[in-house]
């Protein structure tokens, strides 16, 4: 059988545990928030919504379509904007060590407002409007790209890859985001891309 | 015109307006040719610039205001609905500019911008209100704490001397030579 002090400890231990569950809301909002990982997702899906048949093989003028999505675990609301970006095979990507977007002229950008544990999905209809062949099998000229129904005179070269049979070239998007305190864009070391092949009309 | 982002927030007494544009520009056909970075700030034709930015700066603000009502724990997410479709407003003018809409154009920067303001204002609220509600429910908790504290602790004491007189009583009994002690 217990001693009489030993109850009274168990009492007091039982009050006190009484009072921290009455004191909790209280508590808890004193208490720091769980550390949880920060990241935004960034990811490029097929016309049908799914990660599968990209356009490839593409035409001068024929229209396709991808679907961007950005996703927000920031912790906040964020401001988030994609470049759109065409590159040859010879030119670099972005830098993912040093965090350095590519020097790649933007051809398009679209400002997208995430909330916090949001996803955010834009469609993006392009085409190769005009493309010349001058130096056929060496390399082929983007004349004129056209991005949701907007036209970028672009003048971009894409060489001719004999290993794979193509012009092929690189539409990337490059994710950047917003900091509220400089009120300015800084690049989010996030980048999708995908490779095209554009192939004569005959 | 730029690509449709789907979740585009369904309030507010300017989506009429809002749906006409849209619809407009959905179905306006032939592409519009324009330099590179077709959707950049510093493309903007010279007569819509100051409108376009004031437009920008306005869903800007909107959007410092939304982080602050979020900072106090306000559910901001359809105001962020809302600051992409003032967003998606202001990125039509390309498109109306091009085609020679200027009525347009000039209709949807003060569309966007009436929406960047709407949501400033309604954020504002919202962080008042917000900082209320979390006032008024941590003066209910102090309030629950105290009494219940208060309960817990006389329902304890009282319990402890039934308890004791229990014990004792028990003890007695068990002890004969303690019967006749106090």
């Known amino acids: 059988m217990l001693g009489l002090g030993e109850y009274k400890t168990i009492f007091i231990v039982v009050g006190l545990a009484g009072i921290l569950v009455l004191a909790w809301p209280i508590l808890s909002g004193f208490m720091p928030a769980r550390a949880t990982q920060r990241f935004s997702e960034l990811y490029v899906l097929g016309p049908e919504g799914v990660a599968d048949d990209y356009p490839y093989n593409m035409k001068a003028g024929e229209q396709h379509m991808v679907i961007i999505g950005i996703g927000n675990q920031l912790g906040s609301s964020a401001l988030y904007e994609v470049r759109v970006k065409l590159r040859n095979s010879a030119e670099p990507l972005p830098n993912s060590t040093t965090g350095t977007p590519s020097g790649q002229v933007s051809l398009y950008e679209e400002k997208a407002f995430v909330a916090d544990g949001h996803t955010m999905e834009m469609s993006i209809d392009f085409s190769f409007t005009d493309v010349a062949f001058d130096e056929p099998g060496t390399s082929c000229r983007v004349v004129t790209f056209t991005l949701n129904q907007l036209d970028v005179d672009l003048n971009q070269t894409l060489l001719w890859d004999a290993e794979k049979g193509g012009y092929r070239g690189e539409l990337f998007f490059e994710l950047w985001l917003y900091n509220p305190d400089t009120r300015a864009f800084a690049y989010h070391n996030r980048f999708v891309g995908f490779w095209v092949n554009i192939i004569s009309q005959e | ?182």
């Open chain 2, 1 to 182: 015109m730029v690509g449709p982002i789907m979740n585009i927030s369904r309030r507010g007494s300017y989506r009429p307006i809002v749906s006409v544009i849209l619809v407009f520009l959905v179905f306006l056909g032939p592409s519009v040719t324009i330099g590179r970075v077709a959707t950049a700030a510093d493309n903007v034709p010279e007569k819509y610039r100051e409108s376009f930015e004031a437009a920008q700066s306005a869903i800007l603000t909107g959007f410092s205001t939304v982080l602050d009502a979020e900072r106090s724990g306000a559910d901001v997410s359809l105001l962020v609905e809302d600051l992409n479709t003032a967003q998606h407003q202001l990125s039509g003018v390309w498109v109306f500019d091009a085609v020679g809409d200027t009525e347009g154009a000039t209709l949807a920067i003060a569309q966007s911008q009436l929406i960047a303001q709407e949501v400033a204002a309604e954020a504002k609220q919202l962080k008042a209100t917000t900082i209320a509600a979390n006032q008024s429910r941590l003066m209910n908790s102090a309030l629950v704490m105290i009494a219940g504290g208060a309960g817990l602790c006389l329902i304890l004491l009282l319990a402890w001397k039934r308890f004791k007189r229990g014990y004792v009583r028990r003890l007695r009994r068990s002890v004969p030579e303690l019967a006749g002690r106090n």
